[in-house]
């Protein structure tokens, strides 16, 4: 398909992004050559390698070993008609499934045959930090050199893997991740693997054009009072703002209500949607015009795995007659919930069950506020293929966010008093292109510290009208309800705008972690810090 100028993604007015490169590129360390070491050698100083190897230690291990291989590399890619070269894991969009059981160690090797320095960031999953596939715990890997990812893997869910280098987060490089454990209690009769994504690479500007486009002009020659993404110098000023805050700020952040988003201001993000339109949306890479299809039998009972590893959308997703029960997110149990939609934002994960009912159902994940969807099939029986176009009523009716779940009471971590606050101030400057945490990019920061064995409180505060999906490597953390009661267990969560969020967790992994906005042009544009372990 040849790009054309009507074709490529559209930058919003109300836009703010960055083409500056202070993001995860400019940690970017000697790679290995190749080899099956488990200790890379290239761990910050500070961490000593005998607590990441103690911690290790203690994760469950079966002494079973899985292997893969995963090889990024520029290739030819069938998007189910749209045909087009961009970087991937392979050949295919997504990458090979791994799978392994809990307490298996894993052994991935990652053969980087792209022309730029990688990495595989395992995200979700509460590895040892030397092998997390971010810099400096973990090296990049260069160009023609090959690396071992050796880890356990302590957790059952559903994870997946993604390069943590610079702007690779909005290509191809995505594989999904599943790990099971054999005593889980969940029943079912068949398992589909649901990926979303959106798309712009060899049909419309690629992610680096976009990037230079708005180091060029950005929204310097942009009418800035169309553009509510982020808080400003002097916004104290304004009616019903306090230093930049809203005067709902003191709350936690409420549940937003449902309605059917319809490209405007009705979204349940609270504001602006995102920053660039789409020429494409996918799921498990085929555009909406040609889906993939899965294939299972009236009354079965079928466990959905549903992970975004889009760049710059949060879908809404539902499953034209059928309500949807929640079981999972992030990869932890919670209390099980029915809804007819969920709201899933950047590398966040839920697991569902569907009773399937006799036809051809279209599993739909609208781009929430940017008036677009894709969808695959669920084929059960005889029937005709609705219209790409079909909009499940379901999508209007409830709708699943962070605070419609709350974790089961096997995985609820410690309640009580933190021993340590944290903070993390989201925000930035219209007029520098810049996401900061705590008022700071990442070429800048001040990590967050903790020490080992630390119950923390981590308070996000989001001073800007963007919403960010904040994740934590190496943890995952309690999502603090309004009211105060616990909610689901993540390592992701929706920070919306002018809001704050609460969550708990527990030092229990020593190393230097990522903590950053999953939205990648926010991440590229310094919205990142890390937690820090100190003696």
Same mark, same amino acid.
């Given at each position: 398909?040849?790009?054309?100028?009507?074709?490529?993604?559209?930058?919003?007015?109300?836009?703010?992004?960055?083409?500056?490169?202070?993001?995860?590129?400019?940690?970017?360390?000697?790679?290995?050559?190749?080899?099956?070491?488990?200790?890379?050698?290239?761990?910050?100083?500070?961490?000593?390698?005998?607590?990441?190897?103690?911690?290790?230690?203690?994760?469950?291990?079966?002494?079973?070993?899985?292997?893969?291989?995963?090889?990024?590399?520029?290739?030819?890619?069938?998007?189910?008609?749209?045909?087009?070269?961009?970087?991937?894991?392979?050949?295919?969009?997504?990458?090979?499934?791994?799978?392994?059981?809990?307490?298996?160690?894993?052994?991935?090797?990652?053969?980087?045959?792209?022309?730029?320095?990688?990495?595989?960031?395992?995200?979700?999953?509460?590895?040892?930090?030397?092998?997390?596939?971010?810099?400096?715990?973990?090296?990049?890997?260069?160009?023609?050199?090959?690396?071992?990812?050796?880890?356990?893997?302590?957790?059952?869910?559903?994870?997946?893997?993604?390069?943590?280098?610079?702007?690779?987060?909005?290509?191809?490089?995505?594989?999904? /991740?599943?790990?099971?454990?054999?005593?889980?209690?969940?029943?079912?009769?068949?398992?589909?693997?649901?990926?979303?994504?959106?798309?712009?690479?060899?049909?419309?500007?690629?992610?680096?054009?976009?990037?230079?486009?708005?180091?060029?002009?950005?929204?310097?020659?942009?009418?800035?009072?169309?553009?509510?993404?982020?808080?400003?110098?002097?916004?104290?000023?304004?009616?019903?703002?306090?230093?930049?805050?809203?005067?709902?700020?003191?709350?936690?952040?409420?549940?937003?209500?449902?309605?059917?988003?319809?490209?405007?201001?009705?979204?349940?993000?609270?504001?602006?949607?995102?920053?660039?339109?789409?020429?494409?949306?996918?799921?498990?890479?085929?555009?909406?015009?040609?889906?993939?299809?899965?294939?299972?039998?009236?009354?079965?009972?079928?466990?959905?795995?549903?992970?975004?590893?889009?760049?710059?959308?949060?879908?809404?997703?539902?499953?034209?007659?059928?309500?949807?029960?929640?079981?999972?997110?992030?990869?932890?149990?919670?209390?099980?919930?029915?809804?007819?939609?969920?709201?899933?934002?950047?590398?966040?994960?839920?697991?569902?069950?569907?009773?399937?009912?006799?036809?051809?159902?279209?599993?739909?994940?609208?781009?929430?506020?940017?008036?677009?969807?894709?969808?695959?099939?669920?084929?059960?029986?005889?029937?005709?293929?609705?219209?790409?176009?079909?909009?499940?009523?379901?999508?209007?009716?409830?709708?699943?966010? /962070?605070?419609?779940?709350?974790?089961?009471?096997?995985?609820?971590?410690?309640?009580?008093?933190?021993?340590?606050?944290?903070?993390?101030?989201?925000?930035?400057?219209?007029?520098?292109?810049?996401?900061?945490?705590?008022?700071?990019?990442?070429?800048?920061?001040?990590?967050?510290?903790?020490?080992?064995?630390?119950?923390?409180?981590?308070?996000?505060?989001?001073?800007?009208?963007?919403?960010?999906?904040?994740?934590?490597?190496?943890?995952?953390?309690?999502?603090?309800?309004?009211?105060?009661?616990?909610?689901?267990?993540?390592?992701?969560?929706?920070?919306?705008?002018?809001?704050?969020?609460?969550?708990?967790?527990?030092?229990?992994?020593?190393?230097?972690?990522?903590?950053?906005?999953?939205?990648?042009?926010?991440?590229?544009?310094?919205?990142?810090?890390?937690?820090?372990?100190?003696?």
């Amino acid at each position: 398909m040849t790009p054309s100028g009507n074709f490529g993604p559209r930058v919003s007015r109300r836009t703010f992004l960055t083409a500056t490169s202070v993001g995860i590129g400019g940690l970017a360390l000697t790679a290995c050559s190749k080899t099956t070491s488990t200790t890379p050698g290239t761990t910050a100083a500070s961490v000593e390698q005998s607590a990441i190897l103690a911690a290790e230690a203690k994760r469950p291990h079966t002494g079973r070993t899985v292997t893969a291989n995963l090889t990024p590399q520029m290739t030819e890619l069938d998007l189910g008609g749209p045909t087009v070269r961009s970087y991937a894991y392979g050949d295919t969009v997504p990458g090979q499934v791994i799978r392994a059981g809990v307490g298996d160690e894993l052994a991935v090797t990652v053969d980087n045959k792209m022309s730029d320095p990688t990495s595989v960031h395992w995200h979700g999953i509460a590895l040892r930090n030397d092998m997390d596939g971010a810099a400096p715990a973990s090296p990049d890997i260069k160009p023609g050199k090959s690396f071992t990812y050796r880890f356990s893997v302590p957790h059952s869910g559903t994870f997946w893997a993604h390069p943590h280098v610079g702007g690779q987060t909005d290509y191809g490089l995505y594989a999904p /991740v599943i790990v099971d454990d054999p005593n889980e209690p969940l029943s079912y009769d068949a398992e589909w693997i649901v990926v979303l994504d959106d798309w712009t690479d060899g049909v419309g500007r690629s992610p680096q054009q976009i990037l230079d486009e708005l180091r060029e002009g950005g929204m310097g020659s942009m009418d800035h009072g169309s553009m509510p993404g982020m808080s400003m110098p002097g916004m104290s000023g304004m009616p019903g703002m306090s230093s930049g805050m809203s005067s709902g700020m003191s709350g936690m952040a409420q549940p937003p209500t449902s309605g059917l988003s319809d490209g405007t201001s009705d979204n349940l993000l609270g504001g602006d949607a995102g920053d660039v339109t789409y020429p494409l949306y996918l799921i498990n890479g085929r555009v909406p015009e040609s889906p993939s299809s899965f294939t299972a039998k009236p009354g079965q009972r079928i466990r959905i795995r549903i992970i975004n590893t889009g760049a710059d959308t949060a879908f809404r997703v539902a499953l034209a007659g059928h309500r949807m029960t929640v079981t999972h997110t992030d990869g932890f149990p919670v209390v099980p919930t029915e809804v007819d939609a969920l709201l899933v934002g950047m590398s966040e994960r839920y697991d569902v069950i569907v009773t399937a009912a006799d036809g051809v159902f279209p599993l739909v994940a609208a781009a929430e506020g940017k008036n677009a969807q894709t969808r695959a099939l669920l084929r059960t029986g005889a029937g005709a293929v609705p219209d790409p176009g079909m909009r499940p009523t379901e999508l209007a009716g409830q709708v699943g966010t /962070v605070h419609s779940f709350s974790a089961t009471g096997e995985v609820m971590l410690p309640q009580g008093p933190p021993d340590v606050n944290l903070t993390a101030d989201l925000g930035g400057d219209m007029m520098s292109y810049q996401w900061t945490i705590n008022g700071r990019m990442f070429d800048q920061m001040e990590p967050l510290t903790v020490r080992e064995g630390q119950h923390a409180r981590l308070t996000f505060t989001n001073m800007s009208m963007m919403w960010h999906p904040m994740h934590l490597h190496g943890h995952t953390f309690q999502v603090v309800r309004a009211d105060g009661t616990p909610g689901p267990r993540k390592d992701t969560v929706i920070v919306l705008p002018m809001q704050k969020i609460e969550v708990n967790l527990v030092a229990d992994n020593p190393g230097y972690w990522m903590l950053h906005c999953h939205n990648g042009y926010h991440q590229d544009a310094g919205m990142m810090t890390r937690l820090d372990y100190r003696s």
